[in-house]
């Protein structure tokens, strides 16, 4: 199993410095129009400090029709791009390896008046190949964008429920036509993206795809065979990596105590010059480590980053543990979580004292 603190490179040729990165996290500071605030800049700085060996952004909208909340970061028009430059160099500068991730928020695109969807439904269009066809353009002039802007990758967003999961989801994807139906006619939307992004930007340019291979969050009928079967196809299609959004990146699926660890089940069903980043309840080295043992190239951390900027680093020191939820706002403060991100996250049951209160 390889260590945490080694490199590892991509097919296309990057290498990332370990195998700790930083999970895209909304955190809603960016201007109305989604140019980058220095809220947003100072969040991201200072965590690439930290010795991530990659650091994503946001979900960050491709096209106003995608954008779905407000303080979202954009890379959907050339407006986007000073922004994005500063912060690309910013995070260079700063000794890690930046992505961009990818989104279109479909039927969750709260920013957009009429929302595009798999069929029609309330504010909801069901998208035409037309439609299709244009978001995929979407996405390939974001990669493109990001690539000029000096970011090393992007990531495609295909999980957590926005357009390309909703056309991957059974309980979603009522369509008869192909780009419904079967699995790989659900499949065709997000397969279609990540070809059209690999074909368009450099060969040394790396492109990844985040999925949902099971119902972590909310339930739409995502099997897990399914989920495996579509990380396949990412590879066979050109991805550098594939990111898995689960709720215990080193558990079996929510709901399916006693069955199979889906990093595990992934891996052996990826080709193994793709890269296998997994996300999921990670705080400690121990759990970033069973995450290799489970499979994994690289592990991905969310949450501890907003607390933990340098966990990197500060994890592999004897005695570490992770500052028990809900964070002071002090602590948040000081480690350059802006005003806007801690009004948002304290809203989140259990996340910030004396924010919202924890669910019982
Ligand atoms: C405040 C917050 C914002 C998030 N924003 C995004 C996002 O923009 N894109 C995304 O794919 N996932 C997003 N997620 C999900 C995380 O990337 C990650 O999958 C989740 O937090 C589970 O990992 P963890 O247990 O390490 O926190 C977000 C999660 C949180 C808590």
Redesign the pocket.
């Known amino acids: 199993m390889p260590h945490l603190d080694s490199p590892i490179t991509y097919r296309c040729g990057l290498t990332l410095p370990n195998r700790i990165a930083m ?5 809603t500071q960016s201007n109305a129009d989604g140019t980058l605030h220095d809220d947003e800049l100072r969040w991201m700085v200072r965590r690439a400090r930290g010795g991530w060996g990659l650091v994503s952004t ?2 960050a909208f491709i096209s106003e029709e995608g954008h779905a909340w407000n303080g979202q970061l954009g890379v959907a028009t050339d407006a986007h791009l000073p922004g994005l430059t500063r912060l690309a160099t910013a995070l260079t500068d700063a000794g890690t390896i930046p992505i961009v ?1 990818l ?1 279109h928020g479909g039927a969750k695109a709260d920013e957009a008046p009429m929302k595009l969807s798999t069929v029609d439904g309330d504010n909801q269009r069901g998208a035409t190949e037309e439609d299709i066809r244009r978001v995929i353009a979407d996405f390939v002039a974001a990669a493109l964008r990001s690539e000029r802007a000096g970011f090393a990758g992007v990531e495609i ?1 295909g ?2 429920g926005y357009i390309l999961t909703q056309f991957l989801a059974p309980d979603d994807n009522p369509r008869t036509d192909g780009y419904g139906g079967d699995l790989a006619g659900r499949a065709r939307f997000v397969r279609e993206t990540l070809r059209a992004v690999r074909a368009a930007v450099s060969p040394g340019f790396a492109v990844g795809v ?1 999925l949902s291979p099971v119902d972590a969050w909310a339930r739409r009928g995502l099997l897990l065979e399914d989920g495996v079967q579509v990380a396949a196809w990412m590879g066979e299609d050109g991805a550098d990596f594939v990111h898995l ?3 215990d990146a080193k558990g079996p699926p929510p709901h399916e105590a006693g069955g199979p660890v889906v990093t595990t089940a992934v891996r052996q069903a990826l080709a193994s010059e793709v890269a296998l980043h997994a ?4 705080t400690t080295r121990a759990d970033a480590d069973a995450v290799l043992a489970a499979g994994a190239d690289v592990a ?5 980053s ?1 607390a933990h900027p340098d966990w990197p680093r500060e994890s592999a020191a004897a005695g570490f543990a992770p500052l028990p939820m809900p964070w002071d706002a002090g602590h948040l403060r000081s480690v350059e979580v802006g005003p806007d991100f801690l009004a ?2 304290s809203k ?1 049951p259990g996340f910030v004292a004396g924010g919202a209160a924890a669910r019982g």
């Open positions: 999970a895209p996290l909304t955190n946001c979900a991730q989104h967003h999980a957590n985040r959004s689960l709720g996300c999921g309840g990670i991905v951390l969310g949450r501890m907003i948002y996250i989140f």
